[in-house]
């Protein structure tokens, strides 16, 4: 299976002053890929020749060898081989001997798993997930999180990325920050939000992101059950006169700025983009689309800007392993399938042509395109199509949502994205 870690810019609204009062909880970063890996087993026990207790366990983890990154390697290694090498030492059996064996059959299980959740270019951090059934009127499950500094590959404490001495007014600030996203008054009790206690405290994990520092209370940790884990995300631009200068300068924080607004979204589990803006107000543009169905004699994959409608565009083409890749400005002849003749484009068409296309074979196209500065947000246009015994295979409106009519007459999905 494949995972792709990054966090998304859905988030991006979290970062204006009006934050929805809901529970917002971010996702893994995505512009790693990697395999993950699983290890499962199953032990179990007949009493009374009637009832069954099985205790399923079960890990994942990235798997090291499809990792690019050194860097992340080198701060991942150790702890992915330990992991591993202990499941497989584990004794399913001696544990259900342990287990008190009740009147009924029951499915015990265990599942861990580790992840890259996000970094930032000073940090990473690993996430760990736990879900266990141990026989009880329900599950449990737990979230938390390292933050490693990429230098040294010490964990880090929220002490750590502070300032000296500033870890009390940082809580006040945090608790100001919730009771503004709850609507609770200065003076509301924190039950009024649910709590346990009436006295705010700052989660125990916490994770360094891109979008801020976000903070995870798992169930029973200030909450019932029944109302799940609570999320705090304090973006940096309202926290960076607390935070460390040796994780948080200036650069260090416009380059997360970066990250937090680059751009990853899937389509019909063929067809994938990442959009991340650069400097001078261009953005770099990669595409990854897999023919899932048969060998193909040609195949197209086209990216379109619909307000790009400039009669000049600078592209440049940075990688691709396609046969061919052609660029079409505004006023370019292309043509349009359903009035099956050529006509004037109305904006940027990038077009790369595979003369073979083979079954589960992904081709990547990556460039970067300059965008005037008048233009803030992009409408991105994208669409996959194969050729098979003369026939032209494209996504359909019946079975894909959201799809678009685009200036080719084809079908496209469509990115929205603020520059």
Same mark, same amino acid.
């Given at each position: 299976?494949?995972?792709?870690?990054?966090?998304?810019?859905?988030?991006?609204?979290?970062?204006?002053?009006?934050?929805?009062?809901?529970?917002?909880?971010?996702?893994?970063?995505?512009?790693?890929? !990697?395999?993950?890996?699983?290890?499962?087993?199953?032990?179990?026990?007949?009493?009374?020749?009637?009832?069954?207790?099985?205790?399923?366990?079960?890990?994942?983890?990235?798997?090291?060898?499809?990792?690019?990154? #050194?860097?992340?390697?080198?701060?991942?290694?150790?702890?992915?081989?330990?992991?591993?090498?202990?499941?497989?030492?584990?004794?399913?059996?001696?544990?259900?001997?342990?287990?008190?064996?009740?009147?009924?059959?029951?499915?015990?299980?265990?599942?861990?798993?580790?992840?890259?959740?996000?970094?930032?270019?000073?940090?990473?951090?690993?996430?760990?997930?736990?879900?266990?059934?141990?026989?009880?009127?329900?599950?449990?499950?737990?979230?938390?999180?390292?933050?490693?500094?990429?230098?040294?590959?010490?964990?880090?404490?929220?002490?750590?990325?502070?300032?000296?001495? /500033?870890?009390?007014?940082?809580?006040?600030?945090?608790?100001?920050?919730?009771?503004?996203?709850?609507?609770?008054?200065?003076?509301?009790?924190?039950?009024?939000?649910?709590?346990?206690?009436?006295?705010?405290?700052?989660?125990?994990?916490?994770?360094?992101?891109?979008?801020?520092?976000?903070?995870?209370?798992?169930?029973?940790?200030?909450?019932? !059950?029944?109302?799940? /884990?609570? %999320?705090?995300?304090?973006?940096?631009?309202?926290?960076?006169?607390?935070?460390?200068?040796?994780?948080?300068?200036?650069?260090?924080?416009?380059?997360?700025?970066?990250?937090?607004?680059? !751009?990853?979204?899937?389509?019909?589990?063929?067809?994938?983009?990442?959009?991340?803006?650069?400097?001078?107000?261009?953005? #770099?543009?990669?595409?990854?689309?897999?023919?899932?169905?048969?060998?193909?004699?040609?195949?197209?994959?086209?990216?379109?800007?619909?307000?790009?409608?400039?009669?000049?565009?600078?592209?440049?083409?940075?990688?691709?392993?396609?046969?061919?890749?052609?660029?079409?400005?505004?006023?370019?002849?292309?043509?349009?399938?359903?009035?099956?003749?050529?006509?004037?484009?109305?904006?940027?068409?990038?077009?790369?042509?595979?003369?073979?296309?083979?079954?589960?074979?992904?081709?990547?196209?990556?460039?970067?395109?300059?965008?005037?500065?008048?233009?803030?947000?992009?409408?991105?246009?994208?669409?996959?199509?194969?050729?098979?015994?003369?026939?032209?295979?494209?996504?359909?409106?019946?079975?894909?949502?959201?799809?678009?009519?685009?200036?080719?007459?084809?079908?496209?999905? %469509?990115?929205?994205?603020?520059?």
């Amino acid at each position: 299976m494949k995972k792709f870690i990054y966090i998304p810019l859905l988030l991006s609204t979290l970062l204006m002053a009006d934050i929805d009062p809901e529970r917002t909880y971010i996702e893994p970063q995505s512009i790693i890929d !990697y395999t993950v890996l699983s290890d499962q087993k199953q032990s179990c026990i007949i009493h009374k020749n009637i009832h069954k207790t099985c205790l399923e366990k079960k890990i994942e983890y990235p798997d090291i060898s499809s990792i690019n990154d #050194k860097e992340i390697i080198s701060l991942v290694k150790a702890d992915i081989e330990m992991m591993s090498q202990s499941f497989q030492k584990e004794q399913l059996h001696a544990q259900l001997n342990e287990e008190e064996m009740e009147d009924r059959s029951v499915e015990l299980y265990e599942h861990d798993t580790y992840s890259i959740f996000s970094f930032t270019p000073k940090t990473l951090t690993i996430e760990k997930t736990n879900s266990t059934y141990s026989g009880g009127a329900h599950g449990s499950y737990s979230t938390t999180f390292s933050n490693i500094d990429k230098s040294t590959k010490k964990e880090l404490t929220l002490k750590d990325i502070l300032k000296p001495n /500033q870890e009390k007014a940082f809580t006040l600030f945090a608790e100001k920050f919730y009771r503004e996203l709850r609507q609770l008054s200065a003076t509301d009790s924190m039950k009024e939000a649910g709590w346990f206690n009436d006295e705010f405290t700052l989660a125990e994990s916490f994770a360094i992101t891109p979008e801020g520092l976000y903070f995870l209370y798992n169930s029973y940790e200030i909450q019932p !059950y029944a109302l799940g /884990q609570e %999320v705090i995300l304090l973006p940096y631009d309202k926290i960076k006169k607390f935070l460390s200068t040796s994780y948080f300068d200036e650069a260090t924080l416009k380059s997360i700025n970066t990250l937090a607004h680059t !751009y990853k979204k899937t389509f019909n589990d063929s067809l994938e983009i990442a959009v991340t803006p650069s400097k001078n107000h261009s953005i #770099k543009v990669s595409v990854k689309a897999t023919n899932t169905l048969y060998d193909t004699t040609q195949g197209w994959l086209s990216v379109s800007f619909k307000e790009l409608k400039a009669k000049q565009v600078k592209v440049s083409l940075l990688n691709q392993n396609f046969d061919d890749f052609k660029s079409y400005p505004a006023g370019s002849k292309i043509y349009n399938k359903k009035k099956k003749k050529a006509i004037k484009s109305s904006y940027l068409l990038l077009e790369s042509e595979a003369k073979k296309w083979k079954s589960d074979e992904t081709k990547k196209l990556e460039f970067e395109l300059e965008v005037p500065k008048d233009i803030n947000h992009l409408t991105i246009l994208l669409r996959a199509v194969q050729k098979f015994d003369n026939r032209m295979i494209e996504p359909s409106k019946e079975f894909d949502q959201g799809l678009v009519t685009g200036q080719q007459g084809h079908n496209n999905f %469509v990115l929205d994205i603020e520059l």
